[in-house]
DNA sequence: ACCTGAACACCGTTCAAGT
DNA sequence: ACCTGAACACCGTTCAAGT
């Protein structure tokens, strides 16, 4: 039952397994856990050792930013391209659940992917694969952009919602509390809420609002609109 | 020219008083710079004085988020209310970036309030008028609960962007050499960008990939998206 | 070349003490 | 009731020193 740890494996630091190490630390305790001294730790490493490997801690964080971003380029890279107007969107559609699915298992990296300020490799090539199903579909570049500028996130395959309380959680507790005591100058939220059920299915959810089903609803309305507004330009 | 510091004033300190130096701190010198002791620093007085108004850290950025949406809500308050389906859309469209304005204003907002992990009161009053403007809409209880999600942090005038660096900055600059050294493996986005044109306006934008006019464009999709969606609902 | 130990400059926070 | 000073347990990081 006991993993392996890194530091049972005894082998000299690189940067790949600083990366991969604080990916996993992450993983398990979030990433709030990933400091130098947690990381070093686990890696049965003293933290002033990873400064060898990684500048400072701002290049360790882009560095797991990277790992989970090659993640999504790996389980996208065999999917099917595009060939033509018919076949884009749902191509499109794939390639971002198939991202999304990556997302999931990591429930931090949406979190740190917001707190990147600067567009790494593994992201421009990302961003291209998403910019060759635009052109195979017909639309034009100037169209494409306004697409990748309103997709955002969301063509990663997350969007970082707030207020999500974790179930069960005191935070949960807390909204609801609040919402309680306000039901008589929120009649219409006390009557939307008694009219939907949220699905809570922690497998499947990133959090309280951010469940598969809403992120394919607002999907699908954004590849809906572009394919209309490709359709309707005057030429492909 | 010198401002009238908080500590010139030397009134007894209040949660009102410590929250709203939080934001013009906050204004002046990014998030970051509220720290326990910067904040009472500004206060003119030590920093565990703060603990006898605000319980945590924690605490006090939940009571500037709430202030910045308290800001939001009077900003909309007396803006035209929806009267049927004729209209809905124009109103909520207002009102988003009647809110937007006011995030612009407070650049660093977005970032605080996707680390909120509860909902205030002030949240809860806000999202309530958007309720309101679908329902007059139209729109059913349903339509509003996938709308509310699609919409996201949109719905309060902002989408946190991922990898904005700011204009002139040593990140902008990295990505630039990162864009250079990779040209050859992205034709697709360097012919792009040679078609479209980046409008790098830092009054309007909130960075370098979140100006008006995208916020805008994905903004209309998703309205539009939503209007057709209500109109092909079986009753109003 | 790679790792370490002690130290520094910051955090948020606790606690006993002041008025 | 309100504020303070010293201290504690954490950070990221520097630096001189070890092998």
Redesign the pocket.
């Known amino acids: 039952m006991e993993m392996v740890t890194e530091k049972a494996t005894r082998m ?2 690189s940067r790949d397994r600083v990366f991969s190490a604080a990916v996993d630390l992450a993983d398990e305790s979030g990433l709030d856990a990933v ?4 990381l070093a730790e686990r890696l049965g ?5 990873l ?3 990684v500048t ?3 290049a360790l964080l882009d560095g797991v930013a990277e790992l989970v971003v090659e993640e999504i380029n790996a389980a996208v890279s065999h999917l099917p391209v595009a060939t033509g107007p018919e076949d884009w969107k749902l191509v499109m559609r794939a390639r971002i659940l198939a991202a999304r699915s990556v997302i999931v298992r990591h429930k931090w990296a949406p979190a740190l992917l917001e707190t990147r300020t600067s567009m790494s490799r593994a992201v421009l090539i990302y961003h291209h694969g998403i910019l060759e199903i635009f052109r195979a579909g017909g639309i034009s570049y100037d169209l494409a952009h306004h697409a990748l500028h309103a997709l955002g996130s969301r063509a990663m395959g997350f969007t970082q919602e707030m207020f999500d309380p974790a179930p069960g959680s005191e935070e949960e507790a807390a909204v609801t509390a609040e919402f309680a005591a306000m039901a008589a100058e929120l009649p219409l939220l006390v009557e939307m809420l008694s009219e939907v059920v949220h699905d809570d299915d922690p497998e499947t959810n990133l959090g309280w609002c951010d469940d598969q089903t809403e992120f394919e609803f607002a999907l699908d309305i954004l590849l809906d609109g572009l394919e209309r507004l490709g359709a309707a330009e005057p030429s492909g």
């Open positions: 000299p630091l400091t130098m001294r947690g490493v003293e933290a002033m050792s400064y060898h490997h400072n801690k701002e």
